[in-house]
């Protein structure tokens, strides 16, 4: 179950990779933008500020994502975003830290450059650290025999959940698109005497906690925080360094075959 108030502890950080992604949407009028994966809305928001004009359409799997986005009044919807498809006055669709729990992300993005009108644009934010101490350390203790028949189901996966920044660049141009790819690692300076951990409780522990009773799940974050701590040492002056690899995905629908 996601904790929306435990995902925002890291509010400034995770929403930095959202504003360096919309910043470089380059359409200034739009009749409706979509948010998909809107998470607890505060992001939501932004884009309304943005697109002033335009209707706002805001989804997320979690319903308690859900229900904190309509607390902050964006009128968001519990849907499969596999199950989403663009109504004809679509022009702006954004999904920030949400695709990668999709594995057959890379198929959407090409089903929705098909179906958008041209001159529409699609902005996605993934997050790429899924090979990194953070992770490793979590598969790690899963695996051990206390963990391992719990957490079978997991899809506690290497290099299969986001795929190389060329990849999805060559899709999106086979499918006409204008495209803008990068990929970025920001170096985010935390705080706090476990704050490793107490970023990933809000994301990628958040199917272990699922899995395990309270005292299993405290007895978990136990085992985890020496792992952690050995991975992520904190500076003399308390700040930990937490590298975070992002994928940027910036497409114009039809704008590759306007341009040639």
């Known amino acids: 179950m ?26 200034e009028r739009a009749r409706r933008v979509v948010d998909l994966g809107c998470g607890p809305g505060n992001l939501t928001k932004f884009l309304a500020k943005r697109w002033p004009d335009a209707v706002i359409e805001a989804l997320d799997s979690s319903p308690e994502m859900v229900a904190a986005a309509r607390e902050r009044g964006v009128d968001a919807s519990t849907a499969d975003l596999r199950d989403w498809k663009p109504k004809p006055d679509t022009d702006v669709v954004v999904s920030n830290a949400a695709l990668h729990w999709v594995p057959e992300h890379a198929d959407l993005l090409v089903r929705w450059a098909g179906e958008l009108a041209p001159g529409s644009w699609i902005a996605v934010q993934l997050p790429n650290n899924f090979d990194t101490p953070s992770h490793a350390t979590v598969r790690t203790l899963a695996r051990r025999d206390s963990y391992a028949k719990t957490m079978a189901d997991i899809p506690f996966r290497v290099g299969a959940v986001v795929h190389p920044p060329e990849k999805y660049a060559n899709l999106l141009l086979d499918a006409g698109c204008k495209v803008d790819v990068w990929e970025t690692t920001y170096l985010h300076q935390l705080t706090g005497e476990h704050p490793v951990l107490d970023w990933i409780t809000g994301t990628a522990l958040v199917p272990v906690r699922e899995r395990l009773d309270d005292e299993g799940w405290e007895q978990f974050r ?9 991975a992520y040492p904190p500076r003399a002056d308390g700040t930990t360094i937490f590298p975070f690899k992002r994928v940027f995905i910036v497409a114009e629908v039809g704008g590759a075959l306007r341009s040639a």
Request: without cysteine.
């Open 2 to 27: 996601w904790d929306p108030d435990v995902y925002l502890a890291f509010a400034d950080h995770r929403g930095r990779p959202f504003y360096d992604l919309v910043s470089r949407v380059g359409t």
């Open 222 to 230: 136990q085992e985890l925080i020496p792992l952690l701590d050995d």
